[in-house]
C-alpha cells in the first residue's frame, strides 16, 4: 500500500482534526503507545507475543486488527473514527507499523479538466448570446414593439 501525499486541500480538511489530535495526545501516548507526527498521522508499533509469533500470518494479522479496533474506540470517543484509516506494515517477522491516515477522496486530473472544458462552453455559449443580443438591439427593440402593439389591439 503507497502512502498518500499531504495535498493544500489535506492541510485545509485536516485543522479541525489537528486539534482533537493536539487535545488527546499524552491519552494516546500513555494508553496506546501513540504517537502524532509533524504530519499529523497517527502512528505506532504493535509488537507481537511469543505466542502468536510462531503462529500463521492469519493469527497474526487477527492479532493486530484487534489492537487496532482497542483504540478505535478511543478514536470514536474524540471524533476520528471516521477521518482515520489503518494503514498495516510489517516491520519485523515479530512487529507491524499502524499509521492511521486521514481519508480523502482521490484528486483526478481527468475530472477537473472536463470540469474546465465544460465551463469554458458554457461561458462562450453565454457570451455569444449576450453579443448577439447587444449588437442586435434594435432588432429586438422592433420585435418588441411589434409585440406590444399586437397586444393593445
Known amino acids: ?3 498518500i501525499p499531504r495535498t493544500d486541500v489535506e492541510k485545509v ?13 499524552d491519552q494516546l501516548n500513555q494508553d496506546f503507545q501513540l504517537r502524532v507526527d509533524w504530519l499529523g498521522r497517527i502512528y505506532g508499533v ?3 507475543p511469543e505466542e502468536v509469533q510462531t503462529a500463521s500470518g492469519e493469527i497474526q494479522q487477527a ?7 482497542g ?9 476520528l473514527a471516521d477521518m482515520v484509516y489503518p494503514q498495516i506494515q510489517k516491520v519485523s517477522p515479530v512487529s507491524y ?4 491516515w486521514p481519508v480523502f477522496d482521490d484528486l483526478s486530473l481527468l475530472p477537473i479538466i472536463g470540469n474546465i472544458i465544460r465551463s469554458t462552453f458554457v461561458g462562450f455559449i453565454i457570451f455569444i448570446i449576450t453579443k448577439f443580443i447587444i449588437n442586435n438591439a434594435h432588432v429586438w427593440s422592433a420585435v418588441w414593439d411589434k409585440f406590444v402593439i399586437f397586444l393593445t389591439q
Do not use: D
Not at 492479532?63 to 479496533?69: A, D, H, R, T
Not at 483504540?71 to 471524533?79: A, C, T
Not at 507499523?97 to 492511521?100: G, K, W
Open 1 to 3: 500500500m503507497k502512502l
Open 13 to 25: 480538511l485536516s485543522r479541525t482534526r489537528a486539534f482533537s489530535i493536539e487535545e488527546n495526545q
Open 46 to 48: 504493535v509488537n507481537l
Open 63 to 69: 492479532f493486530v486488527l484487534n489492537k487496532i479496533s
Open 71 to 79: 483504540f478505535g474506540n478511543y478514536m470514536l470517543q474524540i471524533g
Open 97 to 100: 507499523l499502524i499509521i492511521l
